[in-house]
């Protein structure tokens, strides 16, 4: 009897563990709407313009940590070629001690995007992973990044 009462102890032990566990994480979710629709200026091109171009985005900050999500529809590229511009929210990024933050993307021509903030410009730029644009017509481009504001 000794033996089943103190399984039966370490259970409820264990339940109300688990109990806590659960309670934290809850304290620990991302509230319901934190994140917040950005629509930023018109992306750009680093030669040439865009016949038409758009960009729908989101954003949320988490202290000095800013999280940029986004998709930019390319329907008419007119003369835009070179690497892909989109604005950032306001804020200035913090210097990474010379270098880039960088993120990640895709185009639906199924390739994969490199994307990069430089600390001193107001827009994120995006290439395909190879180095080549991925400026195109009729291309919707994902990007994401994370990096620090000032």
Not at 96 to 102: A, D, I, K, P, R
């Given at each position: 009897?000794?033996?089943?009462?103190?399984?039966?102890?370490?259970?409820?032990?264990?339940?109300?563990?688990?109990?806590?566990?659960?309670?934290?994480?809850?304290?620990?979710?991302?509230?319901?709407?934190?994140?917040?629709?950005?629509?930023?200026?018109?992306?750009?091109?680093?030669?040439?313009?865009?016949?038409?171009?758009?960009?729908?985005?989101?954003?949320?900050?988490?202290?000095?940590?800013?999280?940029?999500?986004?998709?930019?529809?390319?329907?008419?590229?007119?003369?835009?070629?070179?690497?892909?511009?989109?604005?950032?929210?306001?804020?200035?990024?913090?210097?990474?001690?010379?270098g880039?933050?960088?993120?990640?993307?895709?185009?639906?021509?199924?390739k994969i995007?490199?994307?990069?903030?430089?600390?001193?410009?107001?827009?994120?730029?995006?290439?395909?992973?190879?180095?080549?644009?991925?400026?195109?017509?009729?291309?919707?481009?994902?990007?994401?990044?994370?990096?620090?504001?000032?």
């Amino acid at each position: 009897m000794d033996k089943l009462m103190a399984t039966l102890l370490k259970m409820a032990k264990d339940i109300a563990d688990l109990r806590r566990d659960v309670d934290e994480l809850k304290r620990r979710e991302i509230p319901a709407g934190l994140w917040k629709a950005y629509t930023p200026a018109t992306p750009t091109a680093s030669s040439g313009t865009f016949t038409t171009v758009s960009a729908a985005c989101r954003t949320t900050t988490f202290g000095k940590i800013r999280v940029y999500s986004g998709l930019v529809y390319i329907e008419d590229k007119g003369t835009a070629a070179g690497t892909l511009r989109v604005p950032i929210p306001t804020g200035t990024p913090q210097s990474l001690s010379g270098g880039y933050w960088t993120g990640s993307g895709r185009s639906t021509v199924g390739k994969i995007c490199d994307v990069f903030l430089n600390p001193s410009n107001s827009y994120i730029e995006i290439l395909l992973y190879d180095g080549t644009t991925a400026i195109a017509s009729y291309v919707s481009i994902s990007f994401n990044i994370v990096y620090e504001i000032q």
